[in-house]
């Protein structure tokens, strides 16, 4: 598939639509996903929780119906939700929920916060934007600041019509090898990797790492 700027644009144009389109749908049908909440997505959030302390303020990419933000706030981690999507945005906002529009290829992404928790999002981004992303991410934490990651494994990319979702949206897929790798180049230090089965049969790889600490020499630990 060509990933040439003007079909990035168009995959990106397009994702979004798609969301637009059903973010009724998608939030009425994940809910009682999260209900059920699976032993992966359980233990991820735990683990992501008692890394970054309670209290900590957290930038959360792409969050949907907002799910997520709930169990971690409830685990007392301070969560801002941000999504690319306008329909997700009006859904938190009419529940009551703070919440922004944002692209975090291009947008100002304010912090500097104490992690970054983007799950199952950075995946719509193709192999070109992930890296900027990745790397605008580690400049919006501070140093020590954790990034909860979770990606479809596969090679390539493709469209795909999933779920509650009746529009296609682009997905890019990552081996465990090369997203670890693609995180190290941006300005993270991997330090947990592991791969779990979805519900619709594919498998999801799910990351945590850290922004290192500069030393006095200023060499990365």
Avoid at 42 to 69: K, M, N, Q, W
Avoid at 105 to 111: K, N, Q, R, S
Avoid at 132 to 148: C, F, K, M, S
Wanted: hydrophobic share 40%.
């Amino acid at each position: 598939m060509s990933n040439s700027p003007a079909s990035r644009a168009e995959q990106r144009t397009r994702t979004i639509a798609a969301y637009q389109a059903d973010a009724g749908s998608y939030s009425a049908a994940t809910s009682s996903m999260s209900r059920s909440m699976s032993p992966a997505t359980a233990a991820a959030i735990d683990g992501f929780v008692e890394r970054c302390g309670a209290g900590a303020r957290i930038l959360e990419i792409g969050s949907g119906p907002g799910h997520d933000a709930l169990a971690l706030e409830a685990r007392g981690l301070l969560v801002d939700r941000t999504d690319i999507t306008p329909a997700f945005v009006d859904l938190l906002r009419e529940r009551g929920k703070t919440a922004k529009v944002l692209d975090p290829l291009i947008d100002d992404l304010a912090g500097p916060y104490d992690g970054v928790w983007a799950s199952a999002v950075l995946l719509h981004l193709s192999r070109f934007e992930a890296p900027v992303v990745l790397y605008r991410l580690a400049q919006a934490t501070v140093p020590g600041g954790w990034l909860a990651t979770s990606v479809k494994v596969g090679d390539g990319d493709d469209w795909l019509i999933r779920g509650s979702i009746a529009g296609a949206r682009h997905f890019t897929f990552w081996q465990r090898e090369s997203w670890c790798a693609a995180q190290e180049a941006a300005g993270w230090s991997v330090v947990e990797s592991g791969e779990n089965p979805g519900r619709l049969g594919d498998t999801w790889l799910r990351t945590l790492a850290r922004r290192p600490f500069a030393t006095a020499t200023g060499d990365a630990r």
